[in-house]
């Protein structure tokens, strides 16, 4: 990262809100559930499949866990008809995780019932690593009575190794995403350098596929993304039905849409991630801090600040 990069970083928080939602809006399909069924209606049509996720994290009340809850019905209900493939991703927290596990674990449970009479999967998302822990018990769960129910596992950390090899023990036709991991975490516990990240995802997706799992194979790194190809082609998984794959792409809304449709075209299944709701905040500043061009999308916002 340039030090204009850092320092525009620096300042993000002080953009008004208004202003950081004009950038915001290439990361997310909208604040309203309708936004994100019309831009899932656009993607299916265009060949991609998709993730649909509502917006929030750490809510503070369980109250809101309930409410988030509702709101996944209401968009499975909105998907009856679109996107038959289309996967529910929920973040933990947003489920109210950290503040009443039990709950937590009886909306994810209720949300696997209606996602399964819809024959749609489930993704449980990981966060930070001081939920992981809590994430992987409540994964656990309700994993052993809802199949459909997938999880997330982060490349850059030291401990995912350990955490493949549990899960494959347990359930050797887990569906796992695999991503590098949006979260700075201490050098104690993880790997700072890309190539080293890198060189886990390999690892980790090698040692996912020799054990019999699905593997969402979340990035838009076309280095990496070149290795995984070569490793899908090795065993053959890039044969054979498109929908019954051991493999899929996944990308971010917004996110190098340009790679995500090579990779379409060259018959990978590709998945793209929609997410849509008021609480676009605190994912947006993540995904502003991780583009390298942010300082060029700033100043645009600014400039249209009145807009
Ligand atoms: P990078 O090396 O970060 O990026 C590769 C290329 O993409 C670079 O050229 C870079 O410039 C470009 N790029 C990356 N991000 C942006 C951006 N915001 N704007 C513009 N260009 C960009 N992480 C979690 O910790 N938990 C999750 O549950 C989770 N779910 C995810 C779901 C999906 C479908 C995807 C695609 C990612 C998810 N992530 C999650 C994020 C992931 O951990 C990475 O932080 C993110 O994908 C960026 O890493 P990368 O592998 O694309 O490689």
Same mark, same amino acid.
């Given at each position: 990262? /340039? ?26 399909? &909208?604040?309203?559930?309708? =936004? =994100?069924?019309?831009?899932?209606? $656009? ?5 991609? &499949? ?12 369980? &109250? ?15 998907? /009856? ?33 209606? =996602?399964? !009479?819809?024959? $749609? ?28 129910? !997938? ?25 796992? $995403? ?33 054990? &019999?799992?699905?593997? !969402? ?91």
């Amino acid at each position: 990262m /340039t030090v204009a990069n850092k320092l525009v970083e620096l300042s993000l928080p002080l953009i008004p809100r208004r202003a950081l939602w004009l950038v915001a809006q290439r990361y997310v399909a &909208g604040d309203d559930l309708p =936004a =994100a069924i019309d831009a899932i209606r $656009r993607l299916s049509a265009d060949g991609f &499949g998709t993730i649909i996720d509502v917006l929030g994290e750490n809510i503070s009340t369980t &109250g809101e866990a309930e409410e988030a809850a509702r709101e996944y019905h209401r968009a499975l209900a909105a998907l /009856t008809d679109v996107d038959r493939g289309c996967v529910l991703s929920v973040k933990p927290t947003h489920l109210g995780l950290l503040l009443d596990r039990t709950l937590c674990e009886r909306l994810l449970s209720d949300l696997c019932i209606a =996602a399964a !009479g819809q024959a $749609r999967r489930v993704r449980f998302e990981m966060e930070d690593s001081t939920t992981i822990d809590a994430t992987l018990a409540a994964f656990a769960a309700v994993r052993r009575s809802h199949s459909n129910l !997938g999880c997330v596992l982060q490349s850059r950390l030291f401990r995912t190794e350990a955490d493949v090899t549990r899960l494959l023990a347990a359930w050797p036709d887990l569906s796992v $995403r695999l991503v590098k991991g949006i979260y700075i975490e201490p050098k104690e516990i993880a790997w700072t350098e890309p190539d080293d990240i890198s060189a886990s995802f390999v690892r980790l997706a090698k040692q996912l596929f020799d054990g &019999g799992a699905t593997v !969402g194979l979340a990035t838009h790194d076309s280095a990496l993304a070149q290795q995984l190809v070569a490793e899908v082609r090795n065993r053959g998984f890039d044969r054979g039905d498109i929908d019954s794959r051991r493999y899929e792409f996944q990308c971010l809304m917004g996110v190098r849409s340009e790679f995500a449709g090579q990779l379409r075209d060259a018959g990978h299944p590709t998945r793209i991630y929609v997410p849509y709701g008021k609480d676009w905040h605190a994912y947006s500043m993540r995904r502003l801090k991780r583009n390298p061009a942010i300082a060029m999308h700033v100043a645009r916002a600014l400039f249209h600040r009145d807009g």
